[in-house]
């Protein structure tokens, strides 16, 4: 049950504010592209059962390697969404003038990248718990095979449930905090996955490990090494200067849309 949850929990409650933004705002074409991206991700997770035999063949190391790489590029573009939902709809709080910006800003390039999100939110932690589950199936008795199942079962029942909640929740927000609240998550979550991506290169070779003495927490990208939190004080950086640049321009766009016409 943990192990599911433990990897899954992320990429939820990108999903379900992603969800949420589309819902609030009217962009069913924005709706249809990030369930496109999950589901994607989901049945590819399903084929790794499946094809299992042949997945475990491939050494480790190829498996850390596309994980890693994976963990990347969500971060990237974690940081790039974030910054597009603040700098470009911060502020546009009346509901003509958003529907009217969203309409600007949704270009093909942005919708597919709201896929793409939404693919490696899930991909990565679906692609994961396939495996180690098909593991621990080979190990056990036939009879504790249900006991697995049902926590499965269990896990995915509570991941949608917390999706659920998140979803609705987000729903009862202002535009201006859920905005805000949006681009907060996929602040933190590039930060976290920028960390995981790390540790993943690393423990595939392809990334230097030097040790230190610090806290580790796997679930928040976390670990002990000058390379995992040096990548995350890195994001962390793009993202203060980045929101730094957005909030000071603001005030300029505001009395650029004040000033008479004639």
Known sequence: VFVLL????????????????????SQRKALIY????????????????VFAKWVTQISGIHRE???????LAASAMLIYLGFWLYSGLFGQ???TA???????????KNLWMLTLLSFAALFRPAFESTLFYDALWTQISLSARPVMWSGILTALTVLALTGWIVFRLALFLSNKALFVSASGLLAIMSIIFAGQGVTSLQKAGVVSA???????????????THQTLLAQLIVMGILALGYLIATREKPNSEN??????D
Do not use: H, Y
């Open 6 to 25: 433990r990897e899954c929990l992320e990429g939820i409650l990108v999903i379900a504010v992603l969800l949420a933004f589309a819902v609030k705002t």
């Open 34 to 49: 990030i369930q496109t991206g999950w589901i994607i991700a989901a049945l590819i997770g399903i084929l790794v059962w």
């Open 65 to 71: 390697i596309a994980s890693g790489i994976t963990a």
């Open 93 to 95: 709080i009346r509901r």
């Open 98 to 108: 958003l529907a009217k910006q969203l309409s600007q800003l949704l270009t093909p």
């Open 210 to 224: 030097n040790n230190i003495d610090f806290v580790s927490i796997p679930m928040l990208g976390i670990e002990p």
């Open 256 to 261: 650029a849309e004040q000033a008479p016409t």
